[in-house]
Each structure stands twice: as C-alpha cells, then as structure tokens.
C-alpha cells in the first residue's frame, strides 16, 4: 500500500496552507475533507467577507492570544500577517485594509480566499480525498495509519491534525481532531466559546433588541472585583448583549462566569467625564433648565428608546420636571449614567460562538515545529490548539501560520 509523507487532516486554511508548504518541499501530500469541498467554515467568515489578517504588530497579535500569546511567537514570526498578504497577492488576489487594520479581499468574497487555496493546491498536486471521516489514526513502528468510517485506509510518515474546534458543526467542525489527540495521550482543556453573545437577566433589556450604544464604557464585576473592559459599542439583543467588545472578550467573560457564577456588566454611557464632575453638570443643568421634563433632558445624555425602561427601573415619573427631581433621585441618576448594572447569567450555544477556545494543550506541542511532544511525527495547526484571539483576523493568521509552520516541518 501506497505510503504518504505527509497526511494532512481538515482542509480549512491551516490544513490546506500545512499541504501546500510540505508539497512545495517535494513530499508526497494527501489531504483528508470530510465535507466535499474545501475550505466551507472559512467561505463563511466575516459575514462571508473574510476578514484575513489584521496589519497589527506582533506583540499586538501575541497579546490578542492572551497569558499563552507568546507560543505563537515563532510560528508568526516564520510566517507573519505580511507573509501571508503577499501570498494572496503572489496569487492575483488584491487585498483592501479597513478600520482597525482588518485585511479583507478586494472582492468582498471569502469565496475568493477558498478559490485561491483551490488553485495552489492542485497546482501543487496535492492528492485532495473528499467526504473521508476519519475515525481512527494510530501509529505502527514509523508509519501512521489512518481509517475513515466507510473503512477506507490511508498510510502516511507524517500527520498533520488541523480539524478545527467545535463550533459552527454543520460544516463539519465536530471536534474529531480533538477526540484523536485525546486517544493518542493529548490533554484537551475545557472547551469554551470564543466570539460568542451573552444572555442578561434584565427582561427590560429584551425588549430593546436592535439598539446600540455607541462608545460606551464597560465593566465587569465579580467578588468585589471589577475588570475594565475596552470603550466600544455594545449591541441590545432579545436574550442579552453582543457587539464588538462583547465578542473580543467573551472568552475571558465565559472563563469568569465558570468561575464565578453570575457576573455584573457595568454601562457608563458618559466614559468621557469622571462621576464627580457629572455630579455638578447635572446639578447646574437641573437650575438651568428647570421647566424641561426629565425625559426630554435625558435625551442629551442616552438613547430615546432607552430613557423610559431606565427610569421605570428606579421609579421616577419621566414627565417629572427637573426642578421637581429630589437630591436622592438625582444621584441616582449620576450613578445609573455611569454605571448601569447588568446580570450575565450565561452565553448562547457553542455552535453559535465563532471560534473555539480551548483544544490540545500548548505544552504538549512544540511552538517551533507544532509537531507533539508525545507522538513524534504528529503535528497540530489551527483552531485544534488550545486558546484563542480576538476578532479582526487574529485566528485566521493563526491558522495560516501554525499550518504554514506544521507543512514545512513536517517534511524534514
């Protein structure tokens, strides 16, 4: 039987950019799909835009990857943001920055992206197999062996596992990496959603779906404690809170909460001046304006659709003129517009989250090759590691590099 050099699982953008590097090095690659084609959760991406990279610093995108960020120091390093920029222009693809440094195709197509990866590959003649689940992967003196359900074997020097988390299941992200690591001795850290919205206690809040606030200031609170998030808008749902900040730091949230319990959400929607000096600006525009109601004078400071569910929660009459308002309500107020508190209780399903946070244990994998420390000749890339960054292009770089890094490795 026909023995591979390297066998590459998962065809998403670490897979694929793990077969194309060890087939430009001269070995004889396959790559396994489960699904028929390649490349389907990231045809899905950034709204089917494809948001590829971020121009950001390295220490920016290490950060982004938190305590554990550095273990990708090599593989970006080896294969940066500006590496892979170039591979998609090397390739006719024309890419367009946006805000926040996010790099996007031309095109607005993540389709564009896959087709590129298409073209490389059969350039590169890497013997693509699709609809292979696999189901058992072992090793026999130096050679893996690989079976899929229908029972069809595949033997290879080198494996490259690059099957993805658990999330987005139906294009074929089911966690079938992870349970092959976990039988070849690999820890898997708890698996945690990564990008994903928050459920809130306040049925209020449900009622407001479709609001957002815009540049608002965010805390989070537990035991005492209080984290500060970064200022950004934040987005009213049926069942809670999302918006950009919500999913850059969701997996941090999810990570309390498990902790924790219940958490608080802190709203300051005057970031801008300090407690104490919007204490005296309400008191000199209650002289100032003393014959205005207090909800037309609200509207200086929040959303229309957000003043009426505010003041019934501290029952005061929004038709109340602001000479009529008492020094107790007053301050409450000052204390409402710096810091209305939210309950998280919880977060939507797994599936619905963006990226997978948590898989196969960065200690057990070498930062230089990504090959495992405990199985020589095993290789990991992409979402199956443990850990994830946040949004703006972070994980996709991740993906490309760790799988640029396994391909090239692989093959000595």
Not at 84 to 103: A, D, R
Not at 314 to 331: H, M, S
Request: proline letters at 3%.
């Amino acid at each position: 039987m026909k023995i591979y050099d390297i066998a590459v699982i998962g065809a998403g953008p670490a897979g694929c950019m793990a077969a194309i590097q060890g087939a430009q090095q001269g070995k004889n690659v396959t790559l396994l799909e489960k699904n028929d084609r390649i490349g389907y959760k990231l045809s899905l991406t950034g709204n089917e835009r494809c948001n590829l990279t971020n121009t950001a610093t390295m220490e920016v995108f290490l950060e982004k990857f938190g305590r554990r960020g550095s273990f990708y120091r090599d593989a970006f390093s080896k294969f940066s943001n500006q590496d892979l920029m170039n591979f998609f222009i090397k390739h006719n693809l024309e890419l367009k920055e946006e805000e926040e440094g996010k790099i996007f195709p031309i095109t607005e197509k993540a389709r564009s992206v896959v087709e590129v990866l298409e073209k490389v590959l059969d350039e590169e003649k890497v013997k693509l197999i699709y609809n292979y689940p696999l189901e058992h992967l072992h090793k026999t003196s130096n050679v893996f062996k690989l079976s899929s359900i229908e029972g069809e074997f595949i033997n290879a020097y080198n494996v490259i596992i690059a099957t993805g988390g658990v999330t987005y299941g139906f294009t074929g992200s089911t966690g079938d990496g992870l349970t092959i690591a976990e039988f070849l001795g690999h820890t898997i850290t708890d698996l945690k959603p990564g990008g994903v919205p928050l459920r809130v206690r306040e049925e209020w809040i449900h009622q407001l779906k479709g609001v957002t606030l815009e540049n608002v200031g965010l805390t989070i609170g537990y035991n005492g404690k209080k984290i500060d998030l970064p200022r950004g808008n934040l987005l009213l749902t049926h069942f809670g809170v999302s918006g950009p900040i919500i999913l850059d730091m969701s997996h941090i949230i999810v990570g309390l909460m498990k902790e924790h319990g219940d958490l608080k959400l802190y709203i300051d929607f005057m970031p801008e001046i300090r407690k104490d000096a919007l204490g005296v600006l309400l008191m000199e525009d209650f002289q100032k304006y003393s014959k205005k109601s207090l909800k037309n004078y609200l509207k200086h400071h929040l959303p229309n659709n957000l003043i009426i569910p505010i003041l019934n929660t501290l029952i005061i009459d929004p038709q109340k003129k602001l000479n009529q308002i008492t020094k107790k309500e007053r301050l409450q107020l000052q204390e409402i517009l710096k810091s209305l508190p939210l309950t998280i209780y919880g977060h939507l399903p797994m599936d619905k989250a963006m990226v997978t946070c948590g898989g196969v244990s960065k200690k057990e994998i070498d930062p230089q090759t990504m090959e495992s420390k405990l199985v020589k000749g095993l290789y990991f890339a992409g979402e199956i590691i443990a850990g994830c960054g946040g949004r703006g292009g972070y994980n996709l770089q991740q993906a490309f590099s760790t799988g640029y890094v396994a391909g090239v490795s692989a093959t000595k």
